[in-house]
């Protein structure tokens, strides 16, 4: 089972185990921000809780690098809660056409472009 101690900045790999859950208390303090941080990042539908009408609310411990990404755009780019959506959207369209072309073209790599 993996440690629910994780630090998000330090992540680099993916979890494997969908079924861990974390608390909203433990994913601030995996990720070193605060409620307020998070639960905006869930009111612009960056990140999801998988459950979402009950308390305390939890979160697929897979949610971990992409709240690490996000928080990364904030801080680095100065991003606005509304700029971070929109720039995971299109990196997410990015590794996805990607992903596509790799397909169409194996013995090519895309993936430095």
Not at 8 to 21: G, L, M, Y
Not at 30 to 39: H, K, P, T
Request: some cysteine; glycine content about 2%.
């Amino acid at each position: 089972m993996i440690d629910k101690e994780i630090r998000v900045t330090e992540i680099t790999s993916v979890i494997v185990d969908d079924r861990i859950e974390l608390t909203l208390k433990e994913v601030c303090k995996a990720c070193r921000v605060d409620q307020a941080a998070i639960l905006e990042l869930v009111e612009e539908g960056i990140i999801e809780p998988s459950t979402k009408y009950s308390e305390p609310r939890r979160f697929s411990a897979v949610m971990l690098p992409r709240i690490a990404r996000a928080l990364r755009l904030q801080r680095d780019l100065e991003l606005n809660t509304a700029g971070v959506a929109f720039a995971l959207d299109l990196l997410g369209e990015i590794e996805s056409l990607r992903k596509r072309l790799k397909r169409l073209s194996p013995q090519e790599d895309f993936s430095d472009e």
